[in-house]
Nanobody
Framework: QVQLVESGGGLVQAGGSLRLSCAAS????????MGWFRRAPGKEREFVAA????????YYADSVKGRFTISRDNAKNTVYLQMNSLKPEDTAVYYC????????????????????WGQGTQVTVSS
């Protein structure tokens, strides 16, 4: 069992930055691929970024590539999402997720691949 707690959301102006954190419980954090997803009002949950369990591979949605960076610290059981050059369309509830995926899985961008989810943190970007 893994429990995930996100933090770091808030209100920011367009062009600003935020850093989300997701702290995981348990001693098997390094066994899990970690992902970030988001759900904007009236929209489906969508993939944002993922990092494989070893940290060797990262994946990004096209909409955030070059602006967002996912990182993980296995010693601290924490995954981060650094968000720069934020846009109003980035406004959403952001969720972190953990999944038992190997480093070469083809499914790291699919939310159905993840077993555990945090409660979400609101990010609002004003224009």
């Amino acid at each position: 069992q893994v429990q995930l707690v996100e933090s770091g959301g808030g209100l920011v102006q367009a062009g600003g930055s935020l850093r989300l954190s997701c702290a995981a419980s348990g001693r098997t954090f390094s066994s899990y691929a970690m992902g970030w997803f988001r759900r904007a009002p009236g929209k489906e949950r969508e993939f944002v970024a993922a990092r494989t369990r070893s940290g060797a591979n990262t994946y990004y949605a096209d909409s955030v590539k070059g602006r967002f960076t996912i990182s993980r610290d296995n010693a601290k059981n924490t995954v981060y999402l650094q968000m720069n050059s934020l846009k109003p369309e980035d406004t959403a509830v952001y969720y972190c997720a953990a999944g038992l995926l190997n480093d070469y899985s083809n499914y790291v961008t699919a939310y159905g691949s993840y077993d555990y989810w945090g409660q979400g943190t609101q990010v609002t970007v004003s224009s």
